[in-house]
C-alpha cells in the first residue's frame, strides 16, 4: 500500500492524475490529504479514485489508531504537492494532522514533490528545511519553473505526475544493482546520404531505454548511448546521445572499460552509404539510383573481443524466420557465433516489436540455449534480462 499525502496548494488539483498512475500501475494507494488540501480537490474525487475511505485529522480515525497503521503498512509515502508549510511541519517533526503523524511514525521511504511560490521555495527556512529533510533521506523531487499561481511564473512548480510515479516505483524496488556500472545501447542508427536524407530502421529505442530505466532504478549507474531515440529518459540514467553507428561505436568504446555490463540493444545499421553526399541528391530525370554501401563495423563484435574479466556483455538478435528455420532457430545461430554471455532474441517478422510497449523475447545463454521467455511490457522485458545477465 502506498500513501499519497496531499498538501494545501494549488497543485494539489494535479494529485488525482498522479492516483490514477499509481492505482493503474497496480499499487493500492491511500490518500491522505491535509485539512487545507480539501479546499482544492474534494474528498469525494479522492475516495472514487482510490476506492478508499479519506481521512485528515488524527481523530477521526482514532479507534483505529490511523496514523500508525497507515504508517507502518505504507511501502512508500508520497507527499505531492509539498506545501512550504506541510515541509516545515514535517521538519520540526510535528504530528498535528493525520499526514504528518503518518509521516512522523512510517520508516518507509518518503518522497516529496514540494510546489510553492518561487520567493517561498527560496527562502532560507524552506532551503534548510528540504537539506535537512534530504539529509535524513527524505528523496526531495525537483521543482521545475513554470507557470505558478496567479499572474507569476518560476521554479516552484510541482513535479510532472508521470515523474512523481516514476520516483515512487524507484523507491520500491530492492536496490540490488547498488556498485555496478551499466552501459546500454538504445535507437536505431542513421547513415547519412546527404544533408536530409538517411539510411535508418524503425527502432524507437524504447526496450533499450526501459532496460537502463530498470538498472538505474536498482540502484545501478547507467549511461545510455542513445542513437535517434525519442522516448523520453528517466534523469537518472545518463545520456549520450549520436546519429550514426560509427558514432555510435565510438561512444560505447570510450565508456565500455568502467562497464559492469553492456546491453547492445540499439538496432545497428550494417551498411553506411559508402559517401555522403554534402548537398542534396537530386532527381535530375534519373529513372534509378544506385547507391554504393560498405560495411559499418560489427561494434558487438568488437565489444566482445575486448570484453575485460567479469563483464557480462547482452547482446540482441533482431530476426525473422524463413522457409528452412525459424526466428529463434536463427537467433540460437547468431548466440552461438558472436558470442555475448545473453543474447534477447525478437522475431520481427512484419514489424513486430519494433515501437510498440510490449515484447516477447527469448533469453539464450552463450550456447544459444534457452534460459527462459519472456513476455510482457518493456519493463517487464528489462527486469527479465538484468536478472538473467546478472544470474539473479
Ligand atoms: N550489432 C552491432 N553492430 C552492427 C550490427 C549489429 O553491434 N553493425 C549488434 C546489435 O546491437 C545486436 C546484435 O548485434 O545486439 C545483433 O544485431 P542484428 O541486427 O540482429 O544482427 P546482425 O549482427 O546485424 O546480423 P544480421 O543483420 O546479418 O542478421
Same mark, same amino acid.
Given at each position: 500500500?502506498?500513501?499519497?499525502?496531499?498538501?494545501?496548494?494549488?497543485?494539489?488539483?494535479?494529485?488525482?492524475?498522479?492516483?490514477?498512475?499509481?492505482?493503474?500501475?497496480?499499487?493500492?494507494?491511500?490518500?491522505?490529504?491535509?485539512?487545507?488540501?480539501?479546499?482544492?480537490?474534494?474528498?469525494?474525487?479522492?475516495?472514487?479514485? =482510490?476506492?478508499?475511505?479519506?481521512?485528515?485529522?488524527?481523530?477521526?480515525?482514532?479507534?483505529?489508531?490511523?496514523?500508525?497503521?497507515?504508517?507502518?503498512?505504507?511501502?512508500?509515502?508520497?507527499?505531492?504537492?509539498?506545501?512550504?508549510?506541510?515541509?516545515?511541519? #514535517?521538519?520540526?517533526?510535528?504530528?498535528?494532522?493525520?499526514?504528518?503523524?503518518?509521516?512522523?511514525?512510517?520508516?518507509?521511504?518518503?518522497?516529496?514533490?514540494?510546489?510553492? #511560490?518561487?520567493?517561498?521555495?527560496? #527562502?532560507?527556512?524552506?532551503?534548510?528545511?528540504?537539506?535537512?529533510?534530504?539529509?535524513?533521506?527524505?528523496?526531495?523531487?525537483?521543482?521545475?519553473?513554470?507557470?505558478?499561481?496567479?499572474?507569476?511564473?518560476?521554479?516552484?512548480?510541482?513535479? %510532472?505526475?508521470?515523474?512523481?510515479?516514476?520516483?515512487?516505483?524507484?523507491?520500491?524496488?530492492?536496490?540490488?544493482?547498488?556498485?555496478?556500472?551499466?552501459?546500454?545501447?538504445?535507437?536505431?542508427?542513421?547513415?547519412?546520404?546527404?544533408?536530409?536524407?538517411?539510411?535508418?530502421?524503425?527502432?524507437?529505442?524504447?526496450?533499450?531505454?526501459?532496460?537502463?530505466?530498470?538498472?538505474?532504478?536498482?540502484?545501478?549507474?547507467?549511461?545510455?548511448?542513445?542513437? /535517434?531515440?525519442?522516448?523520453?529518459?528517466?534523469?537518472?540514467?545518463?545520456?549520450?546521445?549520436?546519429?550514426?553507428?560509427?558514432?555510435?561505436?565510438?561512444?560505447?568504446?570510450?565508456?565500455?572499460?568502467?562497464?559492469?555490463?553492456?546491453?547492445?540493444?540499439?538496432?545497428?545499421?550494417?551498411?553506411?552509404?559508402?559517401? =555522403?553526399?554534402?548537398?542534396?541528391?537530386?532527381?535530375?530525370?534519373?529513372?534509378?539510383?544506385?547507391?554504393?554501401?560498405?560495411?559499418?563495423?560489427?561494434?558487438?563484435?568488437?565489444?566482445?573481443?575486448?570484453?575485460?574479466? +567479469?563483464?557480462?556483455?547482452?547482446?540482441?538478435?533482431?530476426?525473422?524466420?524463413?522457409?528452412?528455420?525459424?526466428?529463434?532457430? #536463427?537467433?540460437?545461430?547468431?548466440?552461438?557465433?558472436?558470442?555475448?554471455?545473453?543474447?534477447?532474441? /525478437?522475431?520481427?517478422?512484419?514489424?513486430?516489436?519494433? +515501437? %510498440?510497449?510490449? /515484447?516477447?523475447?527469448?533469453?539464450?545463454?552463450?550456447?544459444?540455449?534457452?534460459?527462459?521467455?519472456?513476455?510482457? =511490457?518493456?519493463?517487464?522485458?528489462?527486469?527479465?534480462?538484468?536478472?538473467?545477465?546478472?544470474?539473479?
Amino acid at each position: 500500500m502506498i500513501v499519497l499525502g496531499v498538501g494545501g496548494g494549488i497543485a494539489a488539483y494535479k494529485a488525482p492524475a498522479l492516483l490514477r498512475l499509481l492505482t493503474e500501475a497496480g499499487h493500492e494507494v491511500r490518500v491522505v490529504p491535509t485539512p487545507a488540501a480539501l479546499n482544492f480537490v474534494g474528498a469525494a474525487t479522492f475516495e472514487a479514485l =482510490s476506492g478508499a475511505p479519506v481521512v485528515t485529522g488524527v481523530f477521526e480515525g482514532a479507534a483505529r489508531v490511523d496514523h500508525v497503521a497507515l504508517a507502518a503498512a505504507a511501502r512508500a509515502v508520497v507527499v505531492a504537492p509539498a506545501t512550504a508549510d506541510l515541509i516545515a511541519r #514535517h521538519t520540526a517533526g510535528m504530528a498535528d494532522d493525520l499526514l504528518t503523524a503518518t509521516l512522523l511514525a512510517t520508516r518507509a521511504p518518503v518522497i516529496l514533490a514540494p510546489a510553492m #511560490h518561487t520567493a517561498m521555495l527560496e #527562502h532560507p527556512a524552506t532551503r534548510a528545511n528540504l537539506a535537512a529533510l534530504r539529509e535524513r533521506g527524505v528523496t526531495v523531487l525537483d521543482s521545475p519553473a513554470g507557470r505558478l499561481a496567479g499572474a507569476d511564473s518560476g521554479p516552484g512548480r510541482m513535479a %510532472e505526475a508521470a515523474e512523481i510515479a516514476a520516483a515512487v516505483e524507484r523507491a520500491l524496488r530492492p536496490q540490488d544493482l547498488v556498485g555496478l556500472t551499466v552501459l546500454v545501447s538504445a535507437g536505431g542508427t542513421r547513415e547519412p546520404l546527404d544533408p536530409v536524407r538517411f539510411l535508418g530502421n524503425t527502432s524507437s529505442g524504447k526496450q533499450g531505454v526501459a532496460i537502463a530505466a530498470a538498472a538505474a532504478a536498482r540502484g545501478a549507474t547507467v549511461t545510455l548511448v542513445a542513437a /535517434n531515440v525519442q522516448v523520453p529518459v528517466p534523469d537518472a540514467v545518463r545520456v549520450v546521445r549520436v546519429g550514426t553507428a560509427v558514432e555510435l561505436r565510438t561512444a560505447l568504446l570510450e565508456q565500455a572499460d568502467e562497464a559492469d555490463v553492456i546491453v547492445m540493444a540499439a538496432a545497428v545499421a550494417d551498411f553506411r552509404p559508402a559517401a =555522403s553526399q554534402p548537398t542534396k541528391i537530386k532527381r535530375d530525370g534519373q529513372e534509378a539510383l544506385t547507391l554504393q554501401l560498405i560495411a559499418n563495423p560489427d561494434i558487438l563484435a568488437g565489444l566482445i573481443a575486448r570484453r575485460r574479466d +567479469g563483464q557480462v556483455i547482452v547482446g540482441f538478435a533482431a530476426e525473422t524466420g524463413d522457409a528452412e528455420r525459424s526466428a529463434l532457430a #536463427h537467433a540460437q545461430t547468431k548466440a552461438r557465433l558472436k558470442g555475448a554471455d545473453l543474447t534477447v532474441a /525478437n522475431s520481427v517478422a512484419g514489424g513486430a516489436v519494433f +515501437g %510498440e510497449d510490449s /515484447n516477447d523475447a527469448v533469453l539464450l545463454d552463450r550456447a544459444g540455449g534457452i534460459v527462459r521467455r519472456v513476455a510482457g =511490457s518493456k519493463a517487464d522485458v528489462a527486469e527479465a534480462v538484468l536478472d538473467a545477465a546478472l544470474g539473479i
